[in-house]
């Protein structure tokens, strides 16, 4: 997300940082803290040089229909994200997965061979797709259709539709004593991206950073998918619905925690992010964090809504914020979602445009309209860089997210613009990362990405129905908790 404004010295910053890793690892190893984990979370991209975010081509959450007729926010196509890595089944299958904020399902590509992604070529050749075989695992069994999770995954307004399908017959449904396996299912996500597949259940194994640590579920409920469109990596769910992976594990009551490394990082064996579920997300001082609202969508209860307020380019305060960036409408439209299976953050027109407009005139170097068609990216330009040194985002103006209850974001050095290619003649080209809306009024207005929230830690605090963004090192974040080997 982005980082919040905090008027502390960096001397002070650093005892600050040290001293709340520290706390945090002990507090891991202390039994005072038994339902919280320190996970890693592995950044993975499949671009060449520089390592970069891909462009987008939608973004709007546009609602979708699944097989039983629910309606459900679909997520944009993301191919580049924070990964982390699941022991299924028995002897464990290691499968890396997509964390994603923006929906609830956790699935695995299932099948061996036989899994098949459409649409996915740019993935053939990239070696972090790995299947999950269920006839490998001894305590793998499939989930029944009168599960709550099958009744939750087809969105029946009624419990027996499920085992309905399954062709169950109406003695067994009266009595609810059918224990058909749970129909197939189809999850819809955004730019078309959908999954097929059948819902299991096996023994689930999540290790901490602490050695000792870990965390077994011994029926996790999952999709084994076998096609998948677009979608060519699991994901791990992190809504807060049943289905999803934070549910599942017991930390939902609480909440929990990311500091996401920056894309320079990405392809990185040596480091990870770091990702906190559980009481020690949550130990961070109100002082040193601000805090903005969750905004319940009636619409989409299982996911994060926060409200934007404005935005500030430079010293100049853009006007004319849709009151959608921070209410729902009578359908439950509107807000602002986080999502961290969206690279970038989207705005919706005609503010997007107003932005693009203020940008355009506190920037004097020459645009790169060549970049920007190539790229699909809206403002790209030639940034001097002496010594052929990309950092030179201090050159371009700064941006500040404004939120619910006062909370003012500047974006780090790193996460507005990007180098799209290697420095020439003592320049690098640099491009926005922002994009806006696809046209429609259905689902949130905006969405917060991944991409803005680099070298930030994002608390989501559930008991008290708040977001928490305060400026970190991630990378020294990861190696004080043991996920940066040298």
């Given at each position: 997300?982005?980082?919040?404004l905090?008027?502390?010295?960096?001397?002070?910053?650093?005892?600050?940082?040290?001293?709340?890793?520290?706390?945090?690892?002990?507090?891991?190893?202390?039994?005072?803290?038994?339902?919280?984990?320190?996970?890693?979370?592995?950044l993975?991209s499949?671009?060449?040089?520089?390592?970069?975010?891909?462009?987008?081509?939608?973004?709007?959450?546009?609602?979708s229909?699944?097989?039983?007729?629910?309606?459900?926010?679909?997520?944009?196509?993301?191919?580049?994200?924070?990964?982390i890595?699941?022991?299924?089944?028995?002897?464990?299958?290691?499968?890396?997965?997509?964390?994603?904020?923006?929906?609830?399902?956790?699935?695995?590509?299932?099948?061996?061979?036989?899994?098949?992604?459409?649409?996915?070529?740019?993935?053939?050749?990239?070696?972090?797709?790995?299947?999950?075989?269920?006839?490998?695992?001894?305590?793998?069994?499939?989930?029944?259709?009168a599960?709550?999770?099958?009744?939750?995954?087809?969105?029946?307004?009624?419990?027996?539709?499920?085992?309905?399908v399954?062709?169950?017959?109406?003695?067994?449904?009266?009595k609810?004593?059918?224990?058909?396996?749970?129909?197939s299912?189809?999850y819809?996500?955004?730019?078309?991206?959908?999954?097929?597949?059948?819902?299991?259940?096996d023994?689930?194994?999540?290790?901490?950073?602490?050695?000792?640590?870990?965390?077994e579920?011994?029926?996790?409920?999952?999709?084994?998918?076998?096609?998948s469109?677009?979608?060519p990596?699991g994901?791990?769910?992190?809504?807060?619905?049943?289905?999803?992976?934070?549910?599942?594990i017991g930390?939902?009551?609480?909440?929990?925690?990311h500091?996401?490394?920056?894309?320079?990082?990405?392809?990185?064996?040596?480091?990870?992010?770091?990702?906190?579920v559980?009481?020690?997300?949550?130990?961070s001082?109100?002082?040193?964090?601000?805090?903005t609202?969750?905004?319940?969508?009636?619409m989409?209860?299982?996911?994060?809504?926060?409200?934007?307020?404005?935005?500030?380019?430079?010293?100049?305060?853009?006007?004319?914020?849709?009151?959608s960036?921070?209410?729902?409408?009578?359908?439950?439209?509107?807000?602002?979602?986080?999502?961290?299976?969206?690279?970038?953050?989207?705005?919706?027109?005609?503010?997007?445009?107003?932005?693009l407009?203020?940008?355009?005139?506190?920037?004097?170097?020459?645009?790169?309209?060549?970049?920007?068609?190539?790229?699909?990216?809206?403002?790209?330009?030639?940034?001097?860089?002496?010594?052929n040194?990309?950092?030179t985002?201090?050159?371009?103006?700064?941006?500040?997210?404004?939120?619910?209850n006062?909370?003012s974001?500047v974006?780090?050095?790193?996460?507005?613009?990007?180098?799209m290619?290697?420095?020439?003649?003592?320049?690098?080209?640099?491009?926005?990362?922002?994009?806006?809306?696809?046209?429609g009024?259905?689902?949130?207005?905006g969405?917060?990405?991944?991409f803005?929230?680099?070298?930030?830690?994002?608390?989501?605090?559930?008991?008290?129905?708040?977001?928490g963004?305060?400026?970190m090192?991630?990378?020294?974040?990861?190696?004080s908790?043991?996920?940066?080997?040298?």
């Open positions: 997300m982005a980082i919040a905090n008027k502390i010295t960096p001397f002070l910053f650093f005892l600050l940082l040290n001293s709340l890793v520290s706390y945090s690892i002990q507090s891991l190893a202390s039994p005072r803290n038994p339902d919280s984990l320190v996970l890693g979370l592995t993975a499949i671009a060449s040089f520089p390592t970069g975010p891909k462009p987008s081509t939608s973004s709007r959450k546009i609602v229909m699944d097989v039983s007729g629910e309606k459900k926010p679909s997520r944009r196509e993301v191919r580049d994200g924070y990964l890595s699941l022991n299924i089944g028995t002897p464990s299958q290691v499968i890396q997965v997509r964390m994603d904020t923006g929906s609830d399902l956790t699935w695995v590509p299932c099948g061996n061979l036989s899994f098949d992604c459409m649409e996915c070529d740019d993935y053939r050749n990239n070696k972090l797709t790995a299947s999950f075989s269920a006839s490998y695992s001894s305590s793998s069994y499939r989930a029944s259709c599960s709550p999770f099958c009744i939750d995954i087809h969105s029946s307004d009624n419990p027996l539709d499920p085992c309905t399954a062709g169950c017959s109406l003695s067994t449904l009266a609810a004593t059918c224990s058909r396996p749970c129909p299912f189809a819809t996500y955004g730019a078309g991206g959908v999954v097929t597949g059948l819902l299991a259940r023994t689930l194994r999540v290790y901490g950073s602490s050695p000792g640590v870990t965390k579920i011994p029926k996790f409920c999952f999709g084994c998918v076998g096609s469109y677009r979608e990596i994901i791990a769910g992190f809504g807060r619905g049943i289905l999803s992976f934070a549910s599942q930390f939902l009551r609480k909440g929990f925690s500091c996401f490394l920056a894309f320079k990082y990405a392809n990185n064996p040596n480091i990870s992010s770091s990702l906190v559980g009481d020690i997300a949550l130990t001082s109100e002082d040193d964090m601000q805090f609202p969750l905004l319940n969508s009636p989409y209860p299982n996911y994060y809504y926060i409200g934007l307020e404005a935005i500030t380019v430079g010293n100049v305060r853009a006007t004319e914020v849709p009151s960036l921070r209410e729902f409408d009578s359908l439950g439209n509107g807000g602002m979602k986080i999502d961290s299976g969206t690279a970038y953050t989207h705005l919706p027109e005609p503010f997007y445009s107003q932005v407009s203020i940008l355009q005139s506190t920037i004097n170097y020459p645009r790169d309209t060549g970049m920007e068609m190539k790229t699909g990216f809206d403002l790209c330009y030639k940034v001097p860089c002496p010594n040194n990309t950092l985002d201090d050159l371009l103006p700064s941006i500040t997210l404004h939120f619910l006062n909370v974001l974006l780090p050095q790193g996460n507005h613009f990007y180098a290619s290697a420095p020439s003649n003592s320049t690098v080209v640099k491009c926005l990362m922002f994009q806006s809306m696809d046209d009024d259905d689902g949130p207005a969405v917060f990405g991944s803005q929230q680099q070298n930030v830690e994002v608390v989501y605090d559930l008991e008290k129905e708040r977001i963004f305060q400026p090192d991630c990378a020294s974040v990861a190696s908790q043991g996920f940066h080997k040298t």
